[in-house]
C-alpha cells in the first residue's frame, strides 16, 4: 500500500510541475530567439492565464526589438545617403589638409553606419543552421591569416551546429583583436562533456578588469584603442558574442594570469551521432 502511494505521489508531483517545466523551457527559449513559438493555451484555468500572460509579454517583447530595429535602420539608411551626399561637397573643399580630413571623417562615419547596419538587420538571423566541422572552419581561417603570428591547436574535427558564415566572422573578430591588441594570437580547440570550446589568447596588455564586460557592449571602445591606425568600430564583440548565444552558447574574456587576454567561446556539443 505504502508502495502504491509513495508512486502515486511521485508520479502526481512531476505531472503537476510539467506546466512548469514548460514554462521554464520556453523562458530559455524566448531569451535566444524572441520568434520562438508561443506556450500552448491549455489546462487548469491558472495554467491558461500564466501560458497567456506569458505570450503576451513574448509578443511585446518582439514589438519592441522590431520598433527599435526598424528605427536603427532607417536612421542607418538615411545617414548613409547624407554621407555620400557630404563626400561630393567634400571635393569642392580647397585647403588640401582640410578636405583629406574631412574624407577621413567621412570613411569612419561610413564604416559605422555599415556596421550598425548589419547588426541591426542581424545578417546571421537568416543564416540556416548546419552541422559542421569547427576544427577545419578555425584552422583554415588560422592558416590563412595573412602573415601574422597566428597558431592553431586542435583535434582532427569537432563537429557542431552552427551558422558557417556567422560563425567565421564572429571567430575572425576574435583573431583579429588578438593580432591587433596584443600582436599574436593562440587558437586552441578542445571539448568538454557537453560543449565545444574554442579560445583565443594573445600576449598583450590585456585589459582592466573594469573593461571586461564593457567591450561587448556595441560601439564601446577602451580609450587608448581609439587611435586610427588600430581603428575599429567597436561592435567586434558584441557581435561575437550574439553569434554564440543564438547558437545556446557563450562568449566570455579574461586576463591571463602570464599577461594577455584570453577569449573563450563555448558551443552545445550536437546530441546524436557526428
Ligand atoms: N585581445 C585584446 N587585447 C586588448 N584589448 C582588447 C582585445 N580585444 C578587444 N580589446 C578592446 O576591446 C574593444 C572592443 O573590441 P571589439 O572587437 O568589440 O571592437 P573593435 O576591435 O574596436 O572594433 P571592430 O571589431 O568592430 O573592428 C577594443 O577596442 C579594444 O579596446
Ligand atoms: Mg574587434
Given at each position: 500500500m505504502m508502495l502504491v502511494i509513495g508512486f502515486f505521489s511521485v508520479w502526481a508531483a512531476h505531472r503537476a510541475t510539467r506546466p512548469l517545466r514548460s514554462l521554464a523551457a520556453a523562458a530559455d527559449r524566448l531569451g535566444l530567439d524572441v520568434d520562438a513559438t508561443p506556450l500552448p493555451e491549455r489546462g487548469s484555468r491558472e495554467l491558461k492565464k500564466t501560458a497567456r500572460a506569458f505570450n503576451t509579454m513574448q509578443q511585446r517583447i518582439k514589438r519592441l526589438v522590431d520598433d527599435r530595429t526598424l528605427m536603427l535602420a532607417a536612421l542607418s539608411h538615411d545617414l548613409k545617403t547624407m554621407l555620400t551626399r557630404l563626400r561630393l561637397r567634400a571635393e569642392?573643399?580647397?585647403?588640401a589638409e582640410q578636405q583629406r580630413k574631412a574624407e577621413r571623417d567621412i570613411d569612419d562615419m561610413q564604416m559605422m553606419v555599415d556596421a550598425a547596419l548589419g547588426f541591426v538587420r542581424g545578417d546571421q538571423a537568416n543564416e540556416p543552421v548546419v552541422r559542421l566541422d569547427l576544427v577545419s572552419l578555425v584552422r583554415d581561417m588560422a592558416e590563412d591569416?595573412?602573415?601574422?603570428d597566428v597558431r592553431f591547436e586542435g583535434p582532427a574535427r569537432l563537429a557542431v551546429n552552427g551558422r558557417p558564415v556567422a560563425l567565421k566572422r564572429a571567430v575572425g573578430n576574435l583573431i583579429d583583436n588578438a593580432v591587433r591588441y596584443g600582436g599574436n594570437a593562440e587558437i586552441r580547440i578542445w571539448h568538454t562533456d557537453h560543449d565545444a570550446v574554442l579560445t583565443v589568447a594573445d600576449d598583450g596588455p590585456g585589459l582592466p578588469e573594469a573593461e571586461l564586460e564593457k567591450v561587448?557592449?556595441?560601439f564601446y571602445r577602451v580609450e587608448t584603442s581609439?587611435?586610427?591606425?588600430?581603428?575599429?568600430?567597436?561592435l567586434g564583440l558584441a557581435l561575437a558574442r550574439d553569434v554564440f548565444r543564438r547558437l545556446g552558447g557563450d562568449l566570455t574574456i579574461a586576463n591571463r594570469a602570464r599577461g594577455g587576454l584570453m577569449a573563450t567561446a563555448r558551443l552545445p556539443l550536437p546530441a546524436g551521432p557526428a
Amino acid at each position: 500500500m505504502m508502495l502504491v502511494i509513495g508512486f502515486f505521489s511521485v508520479w502526481a508531483a512531476h505531472r503537476a510541475t510539467r506546466p512548469l517545466r514548460s514554462l521554464a523551457a520556453a523562458a530559455d527559449r524566448l531569451g535566444l530567439d524572441v520568434d520562438a513559438t508561443p506556450l500552448p493555451e491549455r489546462g487548469s484555468r491558472e495554467l491558461k492565464k500564466t501560458a497567456r500572460a506569458f505570450n503576451t509579454m513574448q509578443q511585446r517583447i518582439k514589438r519592441l526589438v522590431d520598433d527599435r530595429t526598424l528605427m536603427l535602420a532607417a536612421l542607418s539608411h538615411d545617414l548613409k545617403t547624407m554621407l555620400t551626399r557630404l563626400r561630393l561637397r567634400a571635393e569642392f573643399i580647397d585647403d588640401a589638409e582640410q578636405q583629406r580630413k574631412a574624407e577621413r571623417d567621412i570613411d569612419d562615419m561610413q564604416m559605422m553606419v555599415d556596421a550598425a547596419l548589419g547588426f541591426v538587420r542581424g545578417d546571421q538571423a537568416n543564416e540556416p543552421v548546419v552541422r559542421l566541422d569547427l576544427v577545419s572552419l578555425v584552422r583554415d581561417m588560422a592558416e590563412d591569416w595573412r602573415d601574422d603570428d597566428v597558431r592553431f591547436e586542435g583535434p582532427a574535427r569537432l563537429a557542431v551546429n552552427g551558422r558557417p558564415v556567422a560563425l567565421k566572422r564572429a571567430v575572425g573578430n576574435l583573431i583579429d583583436n588578438a593580432v591587433r591588441y596584443g600582436g599574436n594570437a593562440e587558437i586552441r580547440i578542445w571539448h568538454t562533456d557537453h560543449d565545444a570550446v574554442l579560445t583565443v589568447a594573445d600576449d598583450g596588455p590585456g585589459l582592466p578588469e573594469a573593461e571586461l564586460e564593457k567591450v561587448f557592449q556595441p560601439f564601446y571602445r577602451v580609450e587608448t584603442s581609439r587611435s586610427r591606425d588600430t581603428g575599429g568600430t567597436g561592435l567586434g564583440l558584441a557581435l561575437a558574442r550574439d553569434v554564440f548565444r543564438r547558437l545556446g552558447g557563450d562568449l566570455t574574456i579574461a586576463n591571463r594570469a602570464r599577461g594577455g587576454l584570453m577569449a573563450t567561446a563555448r558551443l552545445p556539443l550536437p546530441a546524436g551521432p557526428a
